[in-house]
């Protein structure tokens, strides 16, 4: 399973890479982005993801950005996730040093259901 897992991954960060460095071949000036929706508490390896890879294929191109919605799914009171969403933060800049992270809408979400507001 493991060996079956880091294929899926090497390939999907494989294939983006290819795709960006077409991308800015036709298009140098257009910055991209990529990360998605990977946020802290997912199971990268699960999901065949590797951060690392995906930062490295926005070295010279663009931007990296995992996000992490934490007020879409827990309920915050007395901000006891805002350490988390900066353990978040300091990840994405650890994997893409040298360029422009962030985790992107870190704190968005529907706020009116989070524990602190009933």
């Not at 993801?49 to 010279?60: G, N, P």
């Amino acid at each position: 399973m493991r060996d079956v897992l880091r294929y899926k991954a090497d390939s999907h960060s494989d294939d983006l890479a290819r795709r960006f460095t077409a991308f800015h071949e036709e298009y140098p000036l257009i910055p991209t982005r990529t990360g998605g929706e990977m946020g802290l508490f997912l199971p990268f390896a699960w999901r065949a993801t590797k951060m690392e890879d995906l930062a490295q294929t926005q070295l010279h191109t663009g931007s990296f950005y995992p996000s992490i919605h934490l007020a879409w799914h827990y309920g915050e009171v007395r901000y006891e996730v805002a350490r988390t969403v900066y353990m978040q933060a300091s990840f994405a800049h650890d994997l893409f040093k040298g360029g422009w992270s962030a985790p992107w809408e870190s704190t968005g979400g529907p706020q009116q259901f989070t524990g602190a507001k009933g």
